[in-house]
C-alpha cells in the first residue's frame, strides 16, 4: 500500500536584507496620481525638500494649474512655536477658495510632519466636517521606512475606505462586477476596457478618471490587481467582501493574457470568444517581442529592490524574452498577491526582500550582469564602474502594462544594451 504526499508548493529561500536603502519615497505617487485624478489636488505637509523633490520630479505645468502643492513646514512649525493645524486649516481654505474644481483633497504627509506627530487623519476628518461638499482624505507619503510605489498604495487605500458600500440585503441581489485596481495611463485603460467589453464582461477601473466617480464595492465585486504594490489597498478591498482573482501581471504577450483569462474564467466567458477577442493582441505583442529577443535572450539581469515591480517583470524577461535572472531583488514580498509569479521564475535565481545596499552591490560586482535595473543614484557610479543600467523610475513612468505595450517594455531593456555595444564599437 502506498500512501500519497500531500501536494505543497515548494518554498523558495528568500534572502532577507535590513540595512541602508536607497530609494525614493513615497511622495514620488503624486507625479502619476495627479495626472490619473484631474479633479484631485495633493497638498503635502512637508518641508523645502519635499517641495523641490515633487516639484523637480512632476515637473511645471505651463498651460494647466498645477494639482500639488507644498504645504511648508518652517522652523517654528517645527519647534512647536506655531500651532500647525490652524496654519493648515488656513492654507486649505485658502487654496479651496481659489480652486473651486477641486473635488478631492488629499492631505499628503511627509518624513517632517510624521517625526513632529501631526495627526493628519484627525486633520482631514476636522476639514472635512467644515466642507461637505469636497472629499478631504489623508495619507503619508514619508520616506520613513517606504519606498516610492507605496504612496500610490497608501492614497488608493485612503480613496477605497471612502467608497460607497453596498448594501449587505442588496449584494446578493447585484451582478458580479470585475474591478481592476491600480492606476493605469488612460490609454491602457481604454485598451483594456475595450478587451472586458469584446468579452462582455462588466467592468471599473479604480482609481478612474474622476476621484467622484467610484465604484460602489462588496460582496459582488472581484478584482484584478493591475499593480503587485497594492498591498493596503487590496485589504481595504478585501475587508468589504470583495473577492481578489489570483494571475500573473499583465506584462507582455503571455502575461496579459493570462491576467485576462482570470476575469473570463471568473464571468464564465466562452473559451472561443476569449481567444478570438484576445487572439490580435496577442499576436501584435508576440511580434514586437520577437524583434528584441535576438538582443535579449542569453542576457543576464540583476534587480536591485526599487519599484517593487520587479518579481513580474523579472518573470516576463525570462518566460518571453529567455533573459537569465541572477538575483530578483524588491522592497518587499508580497508572497500572496506574486505567488503566480513567483510559481513562474526558475528555481535558480536568488530572490532578496529589503536592501543592505553595500552587500547587493559587492553581489553585483562579483556578478558583472550585462544589465543592473536600479535607482537613480547608484546607475552613474555602476556606469562609471562599466555596468550597464536601467533606471527602475522609469518602468512607473511608462505605459508597460497590457498587450500593445509590451514591446515598449521590452525595449527598455535592450536600449542600455544597444547603447553599450555602439559605445563599444
Ligand atoms: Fe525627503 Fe521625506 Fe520629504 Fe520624501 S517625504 S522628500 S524623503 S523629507
Not at 512649525?77 to 473635488?103: C, F, H, K, Q
Not at 462586477?177 to 475595450?194: H, S, W
Not at 481578489?244 to 464571468?267: E, H, K
Not at 542569453?298 to 529592490?305: N, T, V
Request: proline share 8%; glycine share 8%; net charge negative.
Amino acid at each position: 500500500m502506498s500512501v500519497a504526499a500531500p501536494a505543497v508548493a515548494p518554498v523558495r529561500p528568500v534572502l532577507r536584507e535590513r540595512g541602508q536603502r536607497e530609494v525614493f519615497c513615497g511622495l514620488t505617487g503624486i507625479v502619476w496620481l495627479h495626472r490619473k485624478m484631474p479633479d484631485a489636488f495633493f497638498l503635502v505637509v512637508g518641508s523645502r525638500t519635499c517641495a523641490h523633490l515633487i516639484q523637480s520630479a512632476a515637473g511645471v505645468m505651463i498651460f494647466a494649474e498645477p494639482r500639488f502643492a507644498t504645504a511648508i513646514m518652517e522652523e517654528k512649525d517645527l519647534a512647536g512655536l506655531a500651532d500647525l493645524n490652524e496654519e493648515l486649516d488656513r492654507e486649505v481654505g485658502r487654496l479651496l477658495e481659489r480652486r473651486p474644481d477641486i473635488r478631492t483633497l488629499f492631505l499628503v504627509g511627509s518624513c517632517p510632519s510624521e517625526v513632529i506627530k501631526l495627526d493628519l487623519p484627525r486633520a482631514a476628518q476636522r476639514l472635512q466636517d467644515a466642507r461637505p461638499g469636497i472629499r478631504i482624505l489623508s495619507y503619508s507619503g514619508s520616506g520613513i521606512e517606504t519606498t516610492f510605489t507605496e504612496g500610490e498604495d497608501a492614497c488608493l487605500a485612503a480613496l477605497a475606505r471612502s467608497l460607497p458600500e453596498t448594501p449587505a440585503q442588496a449584494a446578493s441581489a447585484l451582478e458580479p462586477e470585475l474591478l481592476v485596481v491600480g492606476a493605469l495611463p488612460d490609454i491602457v485603460e481604454d485598451q483594456f476596457a475595450r478587451l472586458f467589453a469584446e468579452m462582455g464582461v462588466p467592468v471599473r477601473f479604480f482609481p478612474g478618471r474622476s476621484s467622484v466617480d467610484l465604484p460602489a464595492i462588496g460582496p459582488h465585486s472581484r478584482y484584478l490587481l493591475a499593480q503587485p504594490f497594492l498591498g493596503e489597498t487590496a485589504s481595504v478591498i478585501d475587508g468589504r467582501g470583495a473577492i481578489r482573482l489570483p494571475a500573473p501581471f499583465p506584462f507582455g504577450a503571455d502575461g496579459t493574457a493570462a491576467w485576462l483569462q482570470a476575469a473570463a474564467d471568473c464571468f464564465a466567458v466562452d473559451p472561443l470568444l476569449f481567444r478570438r477577442t484576445i487572439a490580435p493582441g496577442r499576436e501584435r505583442a508576440k511580434r514586437a517581442l520577437e524583434r528584441h529577443r535576438e538582443r535579449l535572450a542569453g542576457k543576464s539581469i540583476f534587480f536591485m529592490p526599487d519599484s517593487q515591480l520587479e518579481v513580474p517583470l523579472a518573470r516576463f524577461l525570462h518566460a518571453e524574452l529567455g533573459m537569465r535572472l541572477i538575483e530578483v531583488g524588491t522592497p518587499y514580498l508580497h508572497a500572496r498577491h506574486l505567488a503566480p509569479e513567483l510559481d513562474a521564475l526558475p528555481a535558480d535565481v536568488v530572490l532578496s526582500e529589503g536592501q543592505d545596499v553595500d552587500r547587493q552591490l559587492d553581489r553585483v560586482r562579483a556578478a558583472r550582469p550585462d544589465l543592473t535595473v536600479c535607482g537613480l543614484g547608484l546607475a552613474n557610479p555602476l556606469e562609471a564602474e562599466g555596468l550597464s543600467t536601467k533606471w527602475a523610475i522609469e518602468l512607473v513612468f511608462t505605459p508597460i502594462h497590457g498587450f500593445d505595450q509590451a514591446g515598449d517594455l521590452a525595449e527598455l531593456f535592450a536600449r542600455p544594451l544597444r547603447r553599450r555595444d555602439v559605445l563599444k564599437v
